[in-house]
């Protein structure tokens, strides 16, 4: 990953803003910090003044981040991650806006079983250093620092890392999280290992967005015992959907527009892979696991792959499309956690990930649909994936069918 040589003037923007709400912040707790010091009639305790001086510690933490932000120096390193700057700062800056945070906080499948895999598992975290992977508003930082943490780093490239600072000394834990703002590729943190990483990297079908290649970075640098990532299991399954609903009204809806036809549209449909909600009723099918992802031992080779599938029919009906999800798990002897993200699943804001065929095919129960699924990452932005999908229909009762198809997830 490459940064840019000069800041972004939304990233200057953020940082002055940032400097300014503490430097008046600093002055007031620093007068404080002298008003007690020199006191010497009042009774205070030692950690009244202990209290006040490691506020004042984190607020001159946090304006020299926002001061290192604006005045450093280009210290890029090429890795084999191709993207160039202008990708890179779309992408961070769709997490700089509140509503995404909004929408994966509210998401209580996913904060949930993070919130009950650290608080449920001291012994995991207790005393422990721990790094947050892509902290966002600092959440996952602030549950490991409440778990019993001896030290939390959290790193974020967006600006919301500032609200972030804010947030985690509103809560009173400056003194035990610190926040980063960078690359987790590229920055240096204030310790040589860390004992446990969290993060909530996933993304549609599990692997859009490639931040799992950030974690495994962060995993082979800073990481003590790499099975000591968290969560540590995940898996990408599909199943096939029988929709004639959602096929016409996303589908055939452009082959008559109020009474124009719009096919150049329609094409670009069946190219896109779609993320929407499947209902349980639309599944007519057995499922199967096409990737398995151990994040103590996964490589970044291992992101791009090529793997069979075999779905049973379990009715007489229309296959209208394939849908990709993913589970994932916490484990640990104490209190292990899962959730997944499938149609009979609760639903959460990652929904499915639906890959419309071109030409639905007609299936009796018990047939079989079999063939390979491929995950590439796009060429031109890493970030997104080329999905390519070749399957055969076995059947007794009807003619052979072969399909080929390719989709994009962007």
Not at 143 to 148: L, S
Not at 283 to 295: A, E, F, H
Request: glycine residues 4%; contains cysteine; hydrophobic residues 40%.
């Amino acid at each position: 990953m490459l940064c840019c040589n000069t800041i972004s003037m939304g990233t200057r923007k953020a940082a002055i803003a940032h400097l300014h709400r503490n430097s008046t912040s600093l002055r007031r707790l620093t007068l404080r910090t002298i008003e007690l010091v020199a006191s010497r009639t009042r009774d205070l305790s030692v950690e009244e003044y202990e209290q006040a001086l490691s506020q004042a510690l984190s607020e001159l933490a946090s304006m020299r981040l926002a001061v290192r932000e604006l005045f450093k120096e280009d210290q890029a390193v090429p890795t084999k991650r191709v993207v160039t700057s202008e990708q890179e700062d779309g992408y961070f800056s769709t997490y700089t806006h509140f509503s995404i945070h909004e929408e994966m906080l509210k998401d209580e499948v996913r904060t949930d079983a993070y919130h009950r895999f650290i608080t449920q598992n001291p012994s995991i975290f207790k005393d422990k250093v721990v790094l947050d992977v892509g902290c966002g508003t600092a959440i996952l930082s602030m549950f490991a620092a409440q778990a019993g943490a001896k030290r939390v780093i959290g790193v974020d490239q967006s600006n919301v890392i500032y609200k972030a600072m804010d947030i985690v000394m509103e809560n009173g834990l400056s003194n035990k999280v610190t926040l980063v703002k960078g690359a987790m590729e590229e920055v240096q943190l204030p310790v040589e290992k860390v004992d446990v990483i969290i993060s909530e990297w996933m993304g549609y079908c599990l692997l859009f967005e490639s931040m799992l290649d950030t974690v495994i970075v962060a995993r082979d640098r800073w990481l003590l015992d790499a099975s000591k990532v968290y969560p540590n299991q995940c898996s990408i399954s599909l199943v096939a959907m029988g929709s004639k609903m959602e096929y016409d009204s996303r589908v055939c809806f452009w082959d008559d527009v109020y009474g124009c036809k719009m096919s150049a549209i329609k094409e670009e449909v069946f190219l896109e892979a779609h993320v929407q909600c499947v209902q349980p009723h639309d599944v007519i099918s057995t499922s199967d696991v096409v990737k398995k992802l151990n994040m103590a031992t996964v490589k970044l080779p291992d992101l791009g792959f090529k793997a069979p599938f075999t779905l049973t029919m379990l009715n007489d009906t229309i296959c209208h499309a394939l849908v990709g999800y993913f589970d994932v798990s916490f484990d640990s002897m104490q209190y292990p956690v899962y959730f997944g993200t499938g149609p009979m699943d609760t639903p959460t804001h990652w929904k499915q990930t639906v890959f419309y065929l071109k030409k639905p095919i007609a299936v009796s129960t018990g047939d079989l649909l079999a063939g390979t699924i491929e995950f590439r990452k796009n060429k031109e932005d890493v970030r997104c994936l080329d999905i390519y999908v070749t399957m055969e229909l076995s059947s007794v009762d009807a003619e052979h069918v072969k399909i080929e198809q390719k989709f994009y997830l962007h």
